[in-house]
């Protein structure tokens, strides 16, 4: 079946470093791959998506592109915020009828100013 | 457009009690999907509905815990009896699954549940 794997966390890192967060994921036909952020006491929120093979999501200075040859889809920003310090979760949408979302187990980030 | 809402935000009980979680999905969707969410174990995926029929329960625990969807815009998760270990933040999210669609999932604020 689909499966996601993600970088263990948590990751902590000093304010504006620059963020990695790996991601690759398992799946058959084309999916739809997404990062989701959870900030303390909230629930998941959609951070970007992307639909097909090279195609770029950003949203709030992050950035991943679907990497198909590599399975892959990293989270990047390049100058991080105390703000951001949440969990981010890769995932993916299949391809099939019922679309179902698969998640990774998510990543910790801890930014200190 | 209200999002997805979920009540009670929290539930403390006692073992043995029984638990109904509530969710309205965002009008228009037609995907419902349940999560539970521990330290230990993660995000993990209980039961999920399309069109108001569930379409995979392979997440659901144990016979203790059932899910109904009367309706398009109602859900219920039940659990009966509850258990300590049936403490998490059970968390509902809702989509519009279709041609054109990518699934994106819109979730609610959770409903944190305590077993003593």
């Known amino acids: 079946g689909d499966s996601v794997t993600q970088m263990e966390g948590p990751v902590t890192l000093s304010e504006e470093a620059f963020l990695t967060i790996n991601c690759t994921y398992t799946a058959t036909g084309y999916p739809s791959l997404f990062w989701y952020v959870q900030y303390p006491g909230e629930g998941l929120q959609l951070l970007l998506k992307?639909?097909?093979?090279?195609d770029k999501g950003s949203n709030k200075g992050f950035e991943a592109t679907y990497r198909k040859e590599t399975t892959s889809f990293h989270l990047e920003k390049g100058s991080v915020q105390v703000s951001d310090s949440a969990v981010y979760f890769c995932a993916l949408s299949d391809s099939g009828g019922y679309q179902k979302v698969t998640f990774g187990t998510g990543t910790k980030l801890q930014v200190i100013p | 457009d209200a999002g997805v809402i979920q009540s009670p935000r929290h539930e403390v009980t006692e073992m043995g009690q029984e638990v109904t979680l509530r969710c309205k999905p965002i009008s228009g969707h037609n995907s419902l999907f349940w999560y539970r969410q521990t330290m230990m174990r993660g995000l993990e995926l209980l039961i999920y509905f399309n069109n108001n029929v569930p379409i995979d329960d392979s997440g659901m625990p144990e016979d203790r815990f059932s899910a109904k969807m009367p309706n398009a815009s109602f859900s219920t998760l039940k659990i009966q009896p509850s258990e300590p270990r049936d403490s998490a933040v059970y968390f509902c999210a809702s989509s519009f699954s279709g041609t054109g669609n990518t699934g994106e999932l819109f979730f609610g604020e959770g409903s944190r549940l305590t077993v003593l």
């Open positions: 992307a639909t097909k093979a090279d």
